[in-house]
């Protein structure tokens, strides 16, 4: 698999740097709607890690970059590529070139391919996601200590004003 080199940016071709806090790096994504299936897949309890742009394969004699690859706990792992149901319309050939790609992949690697679109994403309130998004990186062990103080104390603790 040949790795892929982030392209310059262009104002049609937004490349977009998100921080994962499930995987302690940057990762680069090509669209925003790519941005938000990363903000879902760092609340997936699922998921263990995944990786964007993961490099391009050669299916079928034609290069092709899958959006994502997904690992899971369970030990599953997935391809996810994530299209605007527009751009899928406006493709004549979108499904026939994702089922090759589809059926490329399982042969070659025995991982499935995904097809995300901007209607998966409505199950979520993506903007409540990215206000808790910043929430990630706290470090909430003390609240453990907290377990056994009386709740009258919590009340005087959050009104203490030295």
């Not at 899958?66 to 605007?84: N, R």
């Not at 004549?92 to 995904?114: H, S």
Request: hydrophobic share 35%.
């Amino acid at each position: 698999m040949k790795p892929r080199l982030i392209p310059s940016r262009h104002r049609s071709n937004p490349i977009i740097n998100f921080f994962s806090h499930k995987n302690g790096c940057h990762m680069w994504c090509e669209t925003y709607l790519e941005e938000k299936h990363a903000l879902t897949l760092e609340f997936d309890n699922s998921v263990r890690s995944y990786t964007s742009q993961p490099g391009s394969l050669l299916i079928n004699g034609k290069r092709y970059t899958p959006d994502f690859l997904v690992d899971y706990h369970s030990g599953k792992a997935e391809w996810h590529e994530v299209k605007h149901s527009g751009v899928i319309k406006r493709t004549p050939d979108f499904k026939k070139t994702f089922r090759l790609n589809r059926i490329g992949l399982l042969e070659a690697f025995k991982i499935k391919l995904k097809l995300f679109t901007e209607e998966h994403l409505e199950n979520f309130n993506i903007g409540v996601l990215k206000e808790l998004y910043r929430f990630k990186a706290v470090d909430v062990c003390w609240f453990e200590q907290l377990k056994g103080v009386p709740v009258n104390l919590h009340r005087k603790l959050i009104h203490f004003n030295p």
